[in-house]
Nanobody, 127 residues
């Protein structure tokens, strides 16, 4: 049974940092790209960042570029999202997800390109 568990969310002041983790189990994910999405209150889920299966390609939404960094540790089946210079508009539930295709060229950025999802971790940024 595939399971993704996010952690590392919390309440932080604007300008602060958090490091989100997503631990995957039930399958070896080293051949799959992984991504992060978020859903803010009253809004639809939006793409945040993705990393290719090899780790060589990283892609970010314009709204987080320069502040967020995605990385992965294939030995631990874990993907991370380092989020710096947090803004109140970053407040959302953050979800990690696994690509539906193995060894994709590039990275997936659309919701329906991902097969498995975690339950999410809440990030709240106070002003």
């Amino acid at each position: 049974q595939v399971q993704l568990v996010e952690s590392g969310g919390g309440l932080v002041q604007a300008g602060g940092s958090l490091r989100l983790s997503c631990a995957a189990s039930g399958r070896t994910f080293r051949r799959y790209a992984m991504g992060w999405f978020r859903r803010a209150p009253g809004k639809e889920r939006e793409f945040v960042a993705a990393i290719s299966w090899s780790g060589g390609i990283r892609y970010y939404a314009d709204s987080v570029k320069g502040r967020f960094t995605i990385s992965r540790d294939n030995a631990k089946n874990t993907v991370f999202l380092q989020i710096n210079s947090l803004k109140p508009e970053d407040t959302a539930v953050y979800y990690c997800a696994v690509d539906i295709l193995p060894q994709r060229l590039g990275v997936p950025t659309l919701y329906n390109e991902y097969e498995f999802w975690g339950q999410g971790t809440q990030v709240t940024v106070s002003s």
